[in-house]
């Protein structure tokens, strides 16, 4: 072989292998199913995902064939997002979205913007999504989407940019029939409203159905934006009552957007009083409680939670292991591991983010047998029911009033949880497998009787 040659090879053999190129090294080699899987696998939220899924298929005692056609996702879209960004320079960030299976209705999930994102993380989150819409008996699949960037370093106008062009990119898998995104962590009702505004530009009229979390003036719905948090609250409540929690329990909340805030505001107007917040930089923790409105206005002002006088200021981990009764994290995944397991003081664990406990932190909260559990796909589902009400009224053109959403988003949750809890009482199970068990069953039943094409 040319010696230039040659030494190329051993430089790129040499060099840190790109988490994109070592998709494609895996896909060239295997060129099969195999390939998707083992990087899928490698990917520890993808991993822990697929660890959850397996649990509860051996409770379900899935056959072997069933479990695969349920596990894997459908289809996975890799799109390159050119961006003009104010420099003038011209970025392209990765963007994904992964509709894991279609057998019920159209994707349903919503779309992240950070530095995290990847192609495994979002096929996790489409898992997730597929089993939290079969437990809420909503008509969809599951689906998630996201874009490699950091949306608190870009201006609006890139942003805008960077949401239009993804948009067109995926106009061809996305619509009201085929896949709904909706807004997650980074992404906001604006941007729900650029995507509205890109595809129905494209349709020739307008098509609110296609994305839901959008403004209320553009077709959203009442009550949408506060919905996540205002069920995880809600749940939360529920649990207190089964556990004879006194009114004034104190609460933790880590992550202080769109859900971690709604359900801290919730949770105060509940009665509770709300003890730590916490953000990207750090946490702050103060027993007497917090102000909410001045910890809010802080954070609006300076972009971040450190520095706010209201509290003692300490690490994403120390805030969570403070004394509370109630424990929400909603801010990102895996954020209780074992060692923090072992030393949470909450009796309650009302998961508002996606994935925030790992499998060997429930190994530990099951042996611990003090916490009551909240599975996120129980416990934030409040976010995709309301977007599901949002998509029918936007449908229908007819739209209901706040107390009409809560109502109904209630008379749905309260049964869930009491299935639930049932099905772990029966079983011998904890609630998570519980919750994940019944919506698998149903998105396996579902591809069984539907069969296969052709
Ligand atoms: P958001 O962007 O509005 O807020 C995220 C919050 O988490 C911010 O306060 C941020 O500073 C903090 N955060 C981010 N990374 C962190 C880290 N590594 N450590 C500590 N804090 C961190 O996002 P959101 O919409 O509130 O979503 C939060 C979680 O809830 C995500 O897991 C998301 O998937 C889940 N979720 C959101 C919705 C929804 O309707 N928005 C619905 C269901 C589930």
């Given at each position: 072989?040319?010696?230039a040659?040659?030494?190329?090879?051993?430089?790129?053999?040499?060099?840190?292998?790109?988490?994109?190129?070592?998709?494609?090294?895996?896909?060239?080699?295997?060129?099969?199913?195999?390939?998707?899987?083992?990087?899928?696998?490698?990917?520890?939220?993808?991993?822990?995902?697929?660890?959850?899924?397996?649990?509860?298929?051996?409770?379900?005692e899935?056959?072997?064939?069933?479990?695969?056609?349920?596990?894997?996702?459908?289809?996975?879209?890799?799109?390159?997002?050119?961006?003009?960004?104010?420099?003038?320079?011209?970025?392209?960030?990765?963007g994904?979205?992964?509709?894991?299976?279609?057998?019920?209705?159209p994707?349903?999930?919503?779309?992240?913007y950070?530095?995290?994102?990847?192609l495994?993380?979002?096929?996790?989150?489409?898992?997730?999504?597929?089993?939290?819409?079969?437990?809420?008996?909503l008509?969809?699949?599951?689906?998630?989407?996201?874009?490699?960037?950091?949306?608190?370093?870009?201006?609006?106008?890139?942003?805008?940019?960077?949401?239009?062009?993804?948009?067109?990119?995926?106009?061809?898998?996305?619509g009201?029939?085929?896949?709904?995104?909706?807004?997650?962590?980074?992404t906001?009702?604006?941007m729900?409203?650029?995507?509205?505004?890109?595809?129905?530009?494209?349709?020739?009229?307008?098509?609110?159905?296609?994305?839901?979390g959008?403004?209320?003036?553009?077709?959203?719905?009442?009550?949408?934006?506060?919905?996540?948090?205002?069920?995880?609250?809600?749940?939360?409540n529920?649990?207190?009552?089964l556990?004879?929690?006194?009114?004034?329990?104190?609460v933790?909340?880590?992550?202080f957007?769109?859900?971690?805030?709604?359900?801290?505001?919730?949770?105060?107007?509940?009665?509770?009083?709300?003890?730590?917040?916490?953000?990207?930089?750090?946490?702050?923790?103060?027993?007497?409680?917090?102000?909410?409105?001045?910890?809010?206005?802080?954070?609006?002002?300076?972009?971040?939670?450190?520095?706010?006088?209201?509290?003692?200021?300490m690490?994403?981990?120390?805030?969570?292991?403070?004394?509370?009764?109630?424990?929400?994290?909603?801010?990102?995944e895996?954020?209780?591991?074992?060692?923090?397991?072992?030393?949470l003081?909450?009796r309650i664990?009302?998961?508002?983010?996606?994935?925030?406990?790992?499998?060997?932190?429930?190994?530990?909260?099951?042996a611990?047998?003090?916490?009551?559990?909240?599975?996120?796909?129980?416990?934030?589902?409040?976010?995709?029911?309301?977007?599901?009400?949002?998509?029918?009224?936007?449908?229908q053109?007819f739209?209901?009033?706040?107390?009409?959403?809560?109502?109904?988003?209630?008379r749905?949750m309260?049964?869930?949880?009491?299935?639930?809890?049932?099905?772990?009482?029966?079983?011998?199970?904890?609630?998570?497998?519980?919750?994940?068990?019944?919506?698998?069953?149903?998105?396996?039943?579902?591809?069984?009787v539907?069969?296969l094409?052709?």
């Open positions: 072989m040319d010696e040659l040659l030494l190329r090879k051993k430089e790129v053999a040499s060099e840190p292998i790109s988490k994109e190129r070592r998709c494609w090294q895996l896909l060239l080699r295997d060129g099969s199913m195999t390939g998707i899987m083992q990087f899928l696998l490698e990917n520890p939220v993808f991993a822990m995902a697929a660890k959850q899924f397996d649990l509860a298929a051996d409770v379900l899935l056959p072997q064939d069933l479990r695969e056609r349920t596990k894997w996702p459908k289809r996975m879209i890799v799109v390159s997002v050119p961006v003009k960004m104010d420099s003038g320079e011209v970025r392209i960030f990765p994904y979205r992964v509709q894991h299976h279609l057998t019920l209705g994707g349903k999930g919503g779309l992240r950070a530095p995290s994102v990847d495994g993380e979002v096929a996790a989150l489409a898992m997730w999504m597929s089993w939290k819409c079969a437990l809420m008996d008509p969809y699949g599951g689906a998630k989407g996201g874009v490699a960037c950091d949306p608190r370093t870009m201006s609006q106008r890139e942003l805008e940019s960077l949401t239009r062009r993804f948009t067109a990119e995926l106009l061809p898998f996305i009201p029939k085929t896949d709904v995104p909706a807004p997650d962590m980074g906001t009702e604006q729900m409203a650029w995507i509205m505004d890109t595809y129905s530009s494209h349709e020739g009229h307008a098509v609110p159905s296609v994305v839901t959008k403004p209320v003036n553009v077709g959203g719905s009442l009550g949408r934006r506060e919905a996540t948090g205002r069920g995880v609250a809600f749940l939360a529920r649990a207190a009552d556990l004879k929690l006194p009114p004034e329990s104190r933790i909340v880590q992550g957007g769109n859900v971690g805030s709604y359900a801290a505001y919730a949770m105060a107007r509940f009665g509770s009083r709300i003890v730590g917040v916490g953000d990207i930089s750090g946490g702050l923790y103060n027993p007497a409680g917090l102000p909410l409105g001045e910890v809010s206005e802080y954070l609006a002002k300076n972009r971040t939670l450190e520095g706010c006088p209201h509290g003692q200021w690490t994403n981990e120390e805030l969570l292991v403070q004394p509370c009764e109630i424990l929400i994290p909603a801010a990102t895996r954020v209780i591991t074992a060692e923090i397991a072992a030393k003081q909450c664990l009302a998961e508002g983010a996606n994935g925030p406990t790992t499998p060997d932190a429930d190994q530990i909260l099951e611990r047998g003090d916490v009551f559990v909240i599975p996120d796909i129980l416990c934030n589902s409040g976010g995709v029911t309301v977007s599901y009400f949002e998509w029918v009224q936007g449908l053109s739209f209901w009033s706040e107390s009409e959403v809560y109502d109904r988003l209630y749905l309260e049964p869930t949880l009491a299935r639930v809890l049932k099905f772990a009482k029966d079983r011998g199970v904890s609630h998570r497998i519980a919750a994940l068990a019944i919506g698998i069953q149903k998105v396996a039943e579902a591809r069984r539907r069969g094409y052709p």
